[in-house]
Every structure is written in C-alpha cells, then in structure tokens.
T-cell receptor
C-alpha cells in the first residue's frame, strides 16, 4: 500500500523547475505532501482530497488525479531553501495512510 | 505552544534492553502516531491512536508496544531491543484520525541498538 515516488533524487540549479510524482496501486482518498530537511522532522506542505483539485503554496503546487491514482508536486523557480526530501502520503481507506520512500531534492547555486 | 515534543532526543541501547520513548502534544489533537524512519524506506507507521483510549497497529508493529496515557501523551515501548530497531523514531499528531487532517511531527528520537 506504500505509494511509489519518482524520481528518487533530483538536482536542480536555482531558478529551475521540478516535478515529483506519487502514484498508488489503489484508489485514493487523499494525498499529503511533506518536506523534510536533513536531521529535522517532516513539515506539512499541503493536502489534496478526491476531486482532482490543484493547490498552491507560494511557488509549490500540486495536483491530484483521482482516476490515475496519482499526485504530482510542482516546484517552480526553485530556491536554495527548497532542498530537502519530499514525501507523499496516501490514504486508501479513509483512516490510515502510508508514506512513500521520498524524493531527495538538491538545489545548487 | 510547543507543538509535539519527544524525549529523549538520542539513545543508545544494548541488545535486550528495554526503553520507553515519550511523546506529548499541546494542540488538543485527538489522534497520535508513531513512525520509524530508515534510510531508503521512508516513514513507516508503527502504531497509532485515533482517539484517547484506543490504539491500533500500523505497518510495522512487531517488537513494540504503545500506551495512550491521556489525550496529550502517547508512549512507545521497546521491551527487548534488537539491532533491527536502530532507527529514527517520530511521533506525530493530528486533529482527528481522518486523512484530511495534516500531521504535525515531533523532532524525533535517534535510537541505536548495539
């Protein structure tokens, strides 16, 4: 039930864009996105619920395609502060969800 | 508000020793969770408590026990530590157990079992 994230790692230069994908083999109730800096706790970015909505948070946005059972996180005009590991968490049952293995994002000057 | 707090921050155990990891939240949340994080494995749910007085197993419960002491506190106990339990442990809480509520994480406990 663990979602699959891709890519596993990505290196960007400041100002470049990136897309992180999260897919599940089962129908989804919701998708969470979190970012974790090295040695720190994961921090919430956004939640997407059934309905194919798209959300935005500054230059970070996400989409949720219910039919394809997947979500994508979009980072535009990346900044050094975006570096970290991004996790998606997906819920198949309405009560419990599972985190993906993470995507390591490194932004270099 | 402190949010979610965990103690201790670091711990080294010998195989077979026992210990309890403590977690507390001051956000009046109903649901609390224990995760372990291993390199390349992401966050895996050990146990969760949807509300005070209830606990349920997650993905990887073997070798652990939990206690929801009250609404604020949720502890994780290792009865007989094994090297495979070397990991970073995170406690989290959310307003309810429904997945439309975000989770707030504590700073983590780094546990090494020799």
């Amino acid at each position: 039930q663990q979602p699959v994230q891709s890519p596993q790692a990505v290196i960007l230069r400041e100002g470049e864009d990136a897309v992180i994908n999260c897919s599940s083999s089962k129908a989804l109730y919701s998708v969470h996105w979190y970012r974790q800096k090295h040695g720190e706790a994961p921090v919430f970015l956004m939640i997407l619920l059934k309905g194919g909505e798209q959300k935005g948070h500054e230059k970070i946005s996400a989409s949720f395609n219910e039919k394809k059972q997947q979500s994508s996180l979009y980072l535009t005009a990346s900044q050094l502060s975006y570096s970290g590991t991004y996790f998606c968490g997906t819920d198949n049952t309405g009560n419990q969800f599972y985190f993906g293995t993470g995507t390591s994002l490194t932004v270099i000057p | 508000n402190a949010g979610v707090t965990q103690t201790p921050k670091f711990q080294v155990l010998k195989t077979g020793q026992s210990m309890t990891l403590q977690c507390a939240q001051d956000m009046n949340h109903n649901s609390m969770y224990w995760y372990r994080q291993d390199p390349g494995m992401g966050l895996r749910l050990i146990y969760y408590s949807a509300s005070e007085g209830t606990t349920d197993k997650g993905e990887v419960p073997n070798g652990y026990n939990v206690s929801r002491l009250n609404k604020r506190e949720f502890s994780l106990r290792l009865e007989s530590a094994a090297p495979s339990q070397t990991s970073v442990y995170f406690c989290a809480s959310s307003l309810t157990g429904k997945s439309y509520n975000e989770q707030f994480f504590g700073p983590g406990t780094r546990l090494t079992v020799l």
